[in-house]
Every structure is written in C-alpha cells, then in structure tokens.
C-alpha cells in the first residue's frame, strides 16, 4: 500500500502527546511500586514495561501507517484468530493464581483476551458498516453480531476472567447503542437483563461471590477478601491534598497495597501525588476520551465512527470500573488501568489501538464526505 503524504500534514499530535505523557506518568509509578525503602532495590519491571511501550509505538507506528479501511478488510480473519488463539489458552496456556489466562512463547508471555478486545471491536464494526439498516436494529439483527461477543465472552468466562468478560460485553452493548436500536428491543434486553442477573449469581465462582459480598461489607473479612479494598482506600486517604512524594508513599513501599502494579496502580500514585495529583491525571484521561469521542464524531464514514467510538468507550469503561474498584465504590474484578498498569499485553494493545484512533481521524481529511 501506498503511503499518503498529507497524513504527515494532518497528524494529530494532542493524541499522540496525551498518550506519551499519560503513559510516562504510567512508567514512573511503575517504578514507585518495585522501589523500596527499606533497601533502596528496584526490579526490573519498569524496564519491562519500558520495552511493552516501545513495541507498542512500533505497532501503534504500524497501524497508523495501514489504512483502516484495509485493516477491516481483514477484521473477521484477525477476530478469528484471537478467538483461536483463546482455544490455544486452554490446550498449552498456563495458570497464575487460579487462573489460566498467558500463552508463553520464546520467553515471552502474553494474554490473548487483551487482544479480543480489539479485535471484537473491528469485527462488530464491520459488520454493522455492511449490514446497515435503517430506524435502529431489531432484537433479530443483532442476533448475527451478538456472536462476535458471546464466542470470546464464554471462553473467557471460563478461564475464570470476570472482568475482561465484563468489558467485552459492555463495549458491545455500547456500540449498539451508537449504531442504534429498535426501543421494543432495547426495553426486552434490559428486562432480559434484569431476570438473569439473579441467575448470575449461581454461575460465579465462589471467589468471585465473595469479591461482591466484600465490596458491600469490607470489614466483614479485613485480613481476607476485604484486605485488597481497605489497604486500597487507606493509601488513597493518605496521600491527602498534595500527596507524599514521589518514592515516599508508606502503604506502597512498606508493600502493605496488594496487585500495586496492576489492579491497584492508582492507588499507588493517588498516595504519592495527592488529590491534586488525581484530578490531573483524571483530567487527562477524560481529555483522552472527548478527543476520541470527536474523532468518532468527525469521522466520515460508519467503519470509521463506530472504530474510533468502540475503541473510545473501550478506555473509558477501563478507566471508571478500575478507578471505581480502588475507591471502593465498585467491586474488585481485577481490570487493568489503561496506560498505568504493569502488563505487556494491555499496552500493546492499547498503543495499537492508538494508532487505529490516529488512523481514523487523519483518514477523515482525504476521504470524500
């Protein structure tokens, strides 16, 4: 394919800025939380995660580069792929506390449900771009697309991986709502909704029944299930207005905060930076997610929208149920925060995806209306 020059003209470099800074406020509190006080070591995982952002700049390079409408081209083979790749987790993946969610290969392990939430996002967007129809879609039309969700959503469930399962099925419905829906079916989804989650309950692990009981109740089992969510919330009292400095947050480097890295990586920068140091980070994610969301607006054809809307609401679900999980306001189901938490797969696939946001709302300037 033929490169086009007027994408160097046009690039979108508020985009492009806000990923690099949002992702080296990542790095350091990455680095906070392999810091320790007691000896002054550090282990190396910010040096790993430095490495997942560089390959994720190549890809993000990479993507841009493609153009999407080729790439969706493509979408069903790639969905399918991860899918597959899902199965392979199942024959030859291994297990970490209780889970079985990697693939190792050549030294190197990755999670392909990160990867399904992109690819699910291309296939549903080329599906409905080629199947459109007009005055909302009916509870039959989306009974085709549904498949691209509940394929993935069961074998992830399997795994057990509530919380991925829950985004997927969330960007889902949210990208119905933007290609729009028939309101006599939306009223049965939501009543069929409804009904099920009493049965729900029956289907979750014991683990994951406990989870819930202690976001209700913390201190029903404060050494147990309910020692993640209280240590969460006192480190995020601690750090007050201003915070107590960077390498100085003592329920961090006292290693008193469990998953520090991962899930409860806001916890660890809320600490050291304060009030005010989360308000500017949430005012950067959210300035992330209007850019994304005029991206979708602006663009100039549905692949475009509902690519730059899917991705768009992918990061903001990311970011309101792991922010919600720490302050205690939402139940822990273990989803990363995009751009901050220690996790290859996670920021590759972002960074990908980045580029596929770039990708789109360069595109918008050399297509015909």
């Known amino acids: 394919m033929k490169f086009d020059r007027r994408l160097i003209f046009n690039f979108d ?33 910010y040096v790993k995660q430095v490495q997942w952002v560089l390959v994720g700049l190549a890809l993000m390079a990479v993507t841009f580069c493609m153009d999407y409408r080729f790439i969706s081209r493509h979408a069903y083979v790639i969905y399918a792929l991860s899918v597959l790749l899902l199965v392979v987790v199942f024959l030859y993946g291994y297990a970490t506390r209780g889970s079985q969610r990697w693939i190792a290969v050549a030294g ?37 697309p549904a498949l691209f969700l509940l394929v993935p959503f ?25 290609v729009g829906v028939k309101w006599k079916s939306m009223i049965i989804v939501l009543s069929g909704c409804l009904v ?9 692990k014991d683990y994951q029944k406990e989870r819930i ?4 109740n913390p201190e029903h089992d404060p050494l147990g299930s309910g ?3 209280i240590q969460s919330i006192i480190a995020v009292g601690s750090g007050g207005i201003i915070g107590k400095g960077f390498l100085r947050g003592t329920q961090t480097q006292l290693k008193f905060l469990p998953e520090q890295q991962t899930d409860f990586v806001f916890s660890v920068f809320a600490e050291e930076w304060g ?57 822990v189901v273990g989803i990363p925060l995009p751009f901050l938490s220690y996790g290859g797969s996670a920021m590759v696939v972002l960074m990908t995806a980045m580029g596929l946001l770039l990708n789109v709302r360069m595109r918008r300037f050399i297509l015909q209306p």
């Open 13 to 45: 470099w508020i985009l492009l800025i806000l990923v690099l800074v949002i992702s080296t406020v990542g790095l350091l509190n990455i680095y906070s939380t392999g810091f320790s006080m007691m000896d002054a070591t550090q282990n190396n995982l």
């Open 108 to 144: 190197f392990s990755f999670q392909p449900s990160e990867v399904v939430k992109l690819t699910m996002i291309l296939a549903v967007s080329k599906y409905f771009d080629e199947h459109r129809v007009s005055g909302g879609y009916s509870l039959r039309e989306l009974l085709a």
């Open 154 to 178: 069961l074998l992830i469930l399997k795994q057990p991986d509530l919380g991925t399962a829950l985004i997927l099925f969330i960007v889902f419905i949210s990208l119905v709502f933007v």
């Open 196 to 204: 099920l989650i009493p049965l729900g309950w029956y289907v979750l």
């Open 213 to 216: 009981m202690t976001f209700f």
């Open 227 to 229: 020692y993640h969510i």
């Open 275 to 331: 009030f005010v140091g989360g308000l500017i980070l949430i005012t950067m994610f959210l300035a992330l997610i209007l850019w994304g969301l005029k991206i979708a607006l602006n663009s100039k054809d549905l692949l475009g929208k509902l690519i730059a809307s899917g991705i768009t609401i992918l990061i903001f679900w990311e970011i309101f149920i792991n922010i919600g999980m720490v302050l205690g306001i939402l139940p």
